[in-house]
C-alpha cells in the first residue's frame, strides 16, 4: 500500500497516512473505524499481528506530516518490540518530516524506541469514566497517567469518540497531560455509545479554554453541538 494522502474523518492537520502493521488490533474497542458497517474488516487487519515487508519499500520524501499505523496500535502490549523499532528505522531515513503517533498504551512510549526527530506523540482519552464494556486497552485515567512520565517532545490527546464524563475532573485529567492541543470529535458510525449533553461538551469545551489549552474540533462534533 503506497503512502495515502489523508482523506475524510482524518485530522485536518495530517496530509499523510502509512501503515506497515497488518493484523488485529489487539484493544478491539467497539466503536473501531476499521471494522466497516457495510463490508466489515479488511483482510489487511485480520488475524495475528504481523508486519507487511512491502510496506518497507515506501519512501516518504520529505515536507509530509505523516500519521504512522493509524489504522493498528503500534505500541499495544502484544506489539513485539522488534516491530516497533523496525518501524521506527523506517521513518527515521526521511527526518524532514514530521511524524504523528498515537496509542491507548501510552505507558509504553518511555521504552526509548528512538522517535525521529519531528515527532508528535499522542494518546485517547475519551472520558474520564471506566469503559471496560467498551475496550479492552488500558483505562482512559490510566493513560493519562502514562502521558505526564513523557517530555521533550510534543503531546496532543484525542477525545474521541467522545462518551459522557464528569466535566471537572475530565477537565481537569486532559490539562493534567500538559498537551499541545486537544482533538475533539464524536462517533461517526452510529454505535450507541453514552454520549455527553450538548451543555456538557460546552463547559468542557470552556474548561480547556480557561486552561489555555489548543482546541481542535473535528466536524464530526456537530451533530452534539447545537
Known sequence: MPLKKS??????????????????????????????????????????????????????????????????DLFAADVPDSFVRRIMAHCSLWPENTYVFQTKNPGRYTKGWGFPPKSIIGTTIETNRDIGEISRAPSPTS?????LYISGVPKFVTIEPVLDFDTDLFAALINGVQPFFVNLGADSKGHNLPEPTVEKIMQFTEKLKEYGIELREKHNLQRLKP
Open 7 to 72: 482523506v475524510g474523518n482524518m485530522y485536518p492537520w495530517v496530509s499523510h497516512t502509512h501503515s506497515h502493521l497488518g493484523g488485529e488490533c489487539p484493544h478491539r474497542c467497539s466503536y473501531c473505524y476499521v471494522d466497516s458497517p457495510r463490508w466489515g474488516r479488511p483482510e489487511r487487519y485480520k488475524g495475528p499481528l504481523r508486519l507487511i515487508e512491502s510496506e518497507f519499500n515506501v519512501k516518504y520524501g520529505t515536507g509530509k506530516t505523516i500519521f504512522i499505523e493509524n489504522c493498528n
Open 143 to 147: 493513560r493519562a497517567l502514562s502521558m
